[in-house]
């Protein structure tokens, strides 16, 4: 038989006896599991399925809650011997401060969804870059409007991020205020009195530490639920949200109930207050951690599936050479996938069709559902480019000046799939494609994304002084929506445009403030001059001078189309057309 002291949490020796070790041995196994999953999704940071979830503040606000969850675990069996001052600081701390950082990362389902739906109708945007500091200080003024540029130009997740360290803030002040103010905790407060070691965890003290985690189980939580009600993600990210704030949402009228009521006495003696909270950590650390793993599991074994498939198309072909009309992509219509979609593969020809075709029902999809629309959008928008490419180097083949001008055009139609699309730090949601293919691309057009994102004025122009708006740079900026376009390429495409900084070092410094715009829109030459709005009826543009990489032609984005080309089939293409089936919606195209 198994022995449980009869008096509990009494202050005494140390609690050795079954229920005591068993919390022990319990919370050691799940620290082993929780640390494991941790290091696992650590490694998997840049997989598809987790990499939109900011996994490294995910795994800080598991370790930081699991941090309080330890404490309270060894409680029972410590008796009394962690100070009450420890604990204190430990609800004060590690409580407040783990649901905090898990209500920042958890916001991120809301904010992709909104900007995946965003994306949708505007995919032209990008972050601007902000202007190398230089070597001097600046003056307060300077740094003034580069905090002001910042906060302009960071996102919502970064904003979201920055109202909870403020809120982190607020609670470390109050806690250490109430801190020093107690008798309970030091000798030199002015309010309450020295107490036992059992009152001094009780009291008015105590109800601060259990702010945040009221105020997210019933109101930011609530909150989030009802703005994410109608999104219908495939990685289970909005059930896991419902899940961490209903399991916690017992804890605090419970810890209330326990702490400032007598009749909880005989629980208190083997279930210690804080332990009310234990349930809902618990769920919040499980469903953080199980369901992306999950995903990836699902994901991979989903791939092995595929390979497998086309590994059997590969034998299958090689005993049936004779028939030499059948190509692998018609021909995988008698491979089957062995996984628990039980359905069969869709061809990649299908696929091409939509994309060439009408795709707003799977951008849509792509977008709401799998939250990674810019796949599809950059698959669209290249294949948009290599026939603009065509078509202008064909009408210009002729001519050695028309050939450069329409190389130029497209190498800027090119880099508006690359700022918006493809750069870690300018796109919205850069596409993930493997290390050489970006570093290539990045050679190609990285100079200039950075005259672009920053406005760097080129050694061969001329001074932004002379031909940008008389604006100051502290100013606010006024979006403009105009776009120079030279007559070759409004014949062939419409080449995207996007909103350029002035940050000009050498612009008047007292100049005075008027009607014109610190933003331009990049697009053809300056041959163009309807959308002029500068100084003479001048327009300034940045890439004036540079000079078109050797390496850029029409199959610049080859590699990368077919990666993402490939991964869209494999998994985004295959998961539409079985819910495209599944919905009841119109012929859903070949299967096979």
């Known amino acids: 038989m198994v022995y449980l002291n009869p008096g509990g949490i009494n202050f005494g020796p140390k609690n050795w006896d079954g229920y005591g070790i068993s919390n022990i041995a319990f919370v050691v196994v799940y620290s082993v599991f929780l640390f494991a999953a941790c290091v696992y999704l650590w490694y998997q940071r840049h997989h598809p399925v987790v990499r939109m979830r900011k996994v490294g503040l995910m795994l800080l606000s598991v370790l930081v809650i699991h941090g309080f969850c330890f404490l309270v675990f060894t409680i029972y069996t410590m008796n009394g011997a962690w100070p009450c001052t420890v604990e204190f600081w430990s609800m004060n701390l590690y409580l407040p401060i783990g649901i905090g950082l898990w209500q920042a990362q958890n916001q991120q389902l809301l904010i992709v969804s909104r900007q995946q739906s965003h994306l949708i109708h505007f995919n032209h945007t990008y972050r601007p870059l902000l202007p190398p500091r230089g070597h001097s200080m600046g003056t307060p003024r300077y740094w003034f409007w580069r905090l002001k540029i910042w906060y302009r130009n960071i996102s919502s997740q970064g904003k979201y991020e920055g109202f909870v360290l403020i809120g982190i803030m607020i609670q470390f002040t109050v806690s250490f205020v109430i801190y020093n103010i107690s008798r309970k905790f030091n000798r030199y407060g002015i309010v309450s009195h020295h107490t036992s070691p059992a009152l001094c965890r009780r009291g ?42 209903v399991a916690g949402l ?9 702490v400032y009521t007598d009749k909880f006495g005989p629980v208190n003696k083997y279930w210690f207050p804080a332990m009310w909270f234990i349930p809902g950590m618990m769920a919040m650390q499980i469903v953080t951690l199980a369901f992306p793993i999950y995903q990836i599991t699902k994901h991979k074994r989903d791939a092995r599936a595929i390979n497998r498939a086309l ?61 990674n629309g810019e796949n599809i959008i950059f698959l669209t928008k290249v294949l948009a480019f290599k026939q603009a490419c065509e078509k202008a180097f064909k009408t210009t083949c002729s001519s050695t000046i028309d050939f450069r001008c329409a190389r130029n055009d497209m190498f800027r139609q090119g880099l508006s799939i690359f700022v918006t699309l493809v750069h870690s730090r300018t796109a919205s949601y850069p596409i993930n494609i493997e290390s050489p293919i970006y570093n290539s691309l990045e050679a190609i057009f990285g100079p200039a994304t950075a005259i672009v994102a920053m406005c760097i004025t080129p050694s061969r122009s001329t001074s932004f002084s002379a031909q940008s708006s008389n604006v100051t740079p502290w100013d606010e900026p006024q979006q403009s929506t105009s776009q120079a376009l030279t007559p070759l390429a409004s014949q062939t495409e419409e080449i995207p445009s996007f909103p350029m900084r002035v940050l000009a070092k050498d612009r008047p410094r007292y100049a005075k403030k008027g009607n014109g715009s610190s933003e331009r829109m990049v697009g053809g030459s300056e041959e163009d001059g309807d959308s002029s709005n500068g100084l003479n009826g001048q327009v300034h543009d940045p890439l004036e001078g540079v000079k078109v990489p050797a390496e850029f032609d029409e199959r610049v984005f080859d590699a990368a189309f077919k990666s993402i080309r490939y991964m869209v089939w494999s998994e985004t293409w295959q998961r539409y057309m079985v819910w495209k089936r599944k919905s009841g919606e119109d012929s859903i195209g070949r299967a096979i």
Request: proline share 4%; charged share 20%.
């Open 250 to 258: 017992p804890g605090t009228p419970l810890w209330l109930a326990a």
């Open 204 to 245: 008015w003290e105590w109800a601060p530490s259990v702010a945040w985690q009221f105020l997210w189980h019933y109101l930011f939580g609530p909150y989030l639920l009802w703005k994410i009600r109608m999104v219908r993600d495939i990685y289970h990210w909005r059930l896991q949200t419902i899940i961490a704030v």
């Open 311 to 371: 590994t059997d198309f590969d034998q299958k072909k090689d005993f049936d050479s004779s028939d030499n009309s059948i190509t692998l992509r018609n021909s995988l219509s008698t491979v089957s996938l062995k996984s628990k979609r039980n359905g069969k593969m869709y061809s990649m020809d299908s696929l091409d069709e939509c994309l060439a075709g009408s795709h707003g029902s799977l951008q849509v999809y792509a977008s709401c559902m799998e939250l």
